[in-house]
């Protein structure tokens, strides 16, 4: 059965890093655009990070611009999230999700196959 396993979250300092990972098993990530999304405790899932099945299209959530970087290879069928600068309101469980189908908006209802996603915590 096909997957997405997230990795790499965890305990962090405020302006400390975290690099996420996503891979995928038992099928050909080349043509899905592969997001990232968190959901804090009482918020809803909101869209931190997509990219395009070819990185052609980046796109961020303002509240990450310019701390997080997404990418991805696609021979070894890993996406990454690399966050630097975090702080507290990063806490979340984080989640990647796929589509094959991506319009430009980095949106939870967009994407239809989810993993099971990763802890991020962000205190000192």
């Known amino acids: 059965q096909w997957q997405l396993v997230e990795s790499g979250g965890g305990l962090v300092q405020p302006g400390g890093s975290l690099r996420l990972s996503c891979v995928a098993s038992e099928f050909d990530l080349d043509y899905y655009a592969i997001g990232w999304f968190r959901q804090a405790p009482g918020k809803e899932r909101e869209g931190v990070s997509c990219?395009?099945?070819?990185?052609?299209?980046?796109d961020y959530a303002d509240s990450v611009r310019g701390r997080f970087t997404i990418a991805r290879d696609n021979a070894k069928s890993t996406v990454w999230l690399q966050m630097n600068d975090l702080q507290p309101e990063d806490t979340a469980v984080y989640y990647c999700?796929?589509?094959?189908?991506?319009?430009?908006?980095?949106?939870?209802?967009?994407?239809?196959?989810w993993g099971q996603g990763t802890q991020v915590t962000i205190s000192s």
């Open positions: 999700a796929a589509t094959l189908l991506y319009g430009g908006y980095c949106v939870p209802q967009d994407f239809s196959t």
């Open positions: 990219i395009s099945s070819t990185s052609q299209t980046v």
